[in-house]
């Protein structure tokens, strides 16, 4: 016969599990998974319901997320979230539809280039399929609109073009009066992301100027120079937005400053760690891990996201390249370089972005 204890211990695991956990999700979500994963709660399910060729390496995915999504505002990320082998990994993307397109049809798009060696971007290409469900974060980012119709001017460069078709079908949609010129730099005319959006967009939106160049088509290779921007009308006069690769955003605000624009008027969306300089001297040392008792030694300019992988560890992270603050973790002592901006943090405790920080010197975290 079961002693009293041994009777009321399965109640009591059973009532820890079901009312006292920090995270009752975290408990009946396999479950619910199984039965249908639309009902998950620690993530917003979002269930594919088309997949869309865009060029050789880019698909667009038609999602449609749970209705207690929040919503999001042209021109911002998302993390989603996918399971490869067992394995959770979430990685940011930019929505390439409009705000408009989640209220009427409760769906959203996100066009993805497959990235070389590229463990998530490859999976989505590769095994995704209409019916299929993926997690979904919370919008952020602020690459936004401006609040009223003003000229604006965008320069945007391969798959940089994603944000940007959010925001300009946003704009014709709502009736933006303003001249808008969109400069779309792509390798050849068979890598144009968005092509049938562009010019239905074009066709439907007079205030929109679109012009796509082929840089590697030609009789030489033509980038960003000031001939393009002198062709765009009171240019002095307008809002830039600049979404793409590093070198072109380099170039971009490098010719805008030329012509008098700096500064609040130049909004920038990027694509990878955009790296400041970094002195090399003393980078690196000894990084603990209050939490979990582990400790390593790091060299050069790691980040400390890195570092911490390669530990064991799997700290909680998003984009990687420090617009989420997904992986922001308590420092409580020792000096970090920010990859962003090249400034070094105080020695004390304060919070810190991991992939964006590079020890200098010991440093230890709360992880
Ligand atoms: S992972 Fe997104 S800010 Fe660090």
């Known amino acids: 016969m079961l002693s009293r204890i041994e009777q009321i ?63 999001f505002e042209a021109g911002q990320h998302v993390n989603v979230g996918v399971g490869i082998d067992g394995v959770r ?8 539809s409009s705000p408009f ?12 280039k497959r990235l070389p060696g590229g463990l998530v971007t490859n999976w989505m290409h590769d095994h995704l399929e209409a019916g299929d469900v993926i997690g979904l974060g919370e919008a952020f980012g602020d690459f936004r609109l401006p609040e009223t119709s003003e000229p604006a001017l965008y320069i945007a ?11 300009l079908e946003t704009m014709a949609d709502s009736d933006y009066r303003a001249p808008v010129t969109l400069l779309y730099f792509v390798r050849t005319q068979a890598d144009i992301i968005g092509a049938e959006k562009l010019h239905a967009l074009r066709q439907r ?42 070198g072109l955003m380099d170039e971009a605000n490098r010719l805008l400053q030329e012509h008098g624009i700096y ?22 040392g000894e990084v603990s891990f209050s939490r979990s ?3 390593v030694n790091s060299d050069g300019d790691a980040p ?4 911490a992988e390669a530990a064991g560890l799997s700290p909680r992270h998003g984009c990687r390249m420090g617009i989420c603050h997904q992986c922001s973790c308590r420092k409580t002592s020792g000096t970090v370089i920010s990859r962003l901006t090249g400034k070094a943090s105080g020695p004390g405790e304060e919070t810190i972005q991991l992939c964006i920080s590079v020890p200098r010197g010991p440093v230890t975290l709360d992880l």
């Open 9 to 71: 211990i399965p109640l009591q695991w059973l009532g820890r599990q079901l009312f006292n956990r920090e995270d009752p999700a975290a408990f009946f979500d396999p479950l619910l998974e199984k039965l249908n994963p639309m009902w998950v709660r620690q993530y917003v399910p979002a269930q594919v319901s088309a997949i869309i060729d865009e060029t050789a390496d880019t698909r667009t995915f038609v999602l449609r997320p749970a209705a207690r999504w929040a919503g």
């Open 89 to 96: 990994h979430n990685r940011t993307f930019s929505l390439s």
């Open 101 to 112: 397109q989640w209220h009427s049809e409760g769906t959203v798009t996100l066009t993805i």
């Open 157 to 167: 460069g391969g798959s940089g073009i994603t944000p940007v078709l959010s925001q």
């Open 205 to 246: 939106w007079p205030a929109l100027t679109l012009k796509i160049i082929a840089t590697a088509e030609g009789e030489a290779p033509e980038h960003l120079n000031d001939g393009h921007l002198r062709q765009v009308p009171d240019i002095k006069g307008r809002r830039c937005y600049l979404c793409g690769p590093e």
């Open 263 to 284: 500064g609040e008027n130049i909004h920038s969306t990027f694509f990878s760690v955009p790296t400041a300089t970094l002195l090399s001297d003393g980078l690196g």
């Open 293 to 295: 008792g582990a400790g």
């Open 304 to 307: 400390l996201l890195e570092i």
